[in-house]
């Protein structure tokens, strides 16, 4: 089982990002989904999440700017990013499969840069 992130980059303030997660090796239909990231020298911390009826929630940062979706068929998660601040400059990760407090799978990161 494997989680693709990408789609991370450099982008001034102010500008838009697409992440995309991309499953492979089971399907994640029935699960929810849901974006991390990690700043350099701080805790990884919640972004946003999708349940697998389309329910969504967000971190108060992300709420208003970020935007997570999902395509089942594709077994993809979406998060766009518009009005980029540079306190999003961070590494984001996507997960799988809540079970309790934690995420059963995880993907490797993508690094997403804002400049002022």
């Known amino acids: 089982v494997q989680l693709q992130a990408f789609g991370g980059g450099l982008v001034q303030a102010g500008g838009s990002l697409r992440l995309s997660c991309a499953a492979s090796?089971?399907?994640?239909?029935?699960?929810?989904m849901a974006w991390f990231r990690q700043a350099l020298g701080k805790e990884r911390e919640f972004v946003a999440a999708i349940r697998s009826g389309g329910s969504t929630y967000y971190a108060g940062s992300a709420k208003d700017r970020f935007t997570i979706s999902r395509d089942n068929a594709k077994n993809t998660v979406y998060l766009q990013m518009n009005s980029l601040k540079v306190e999003d400059t961070a590494v984001y990760y996507c997960a799988a499969h809540p079970s309790g407090t934690t995420w059963g799978f995880w993907g490797q990161g993508t690094q997403v840069t804002v400049s002022s």
């Open positions: 090796g089971r399907s994640f239909s029935s699960d929810a």
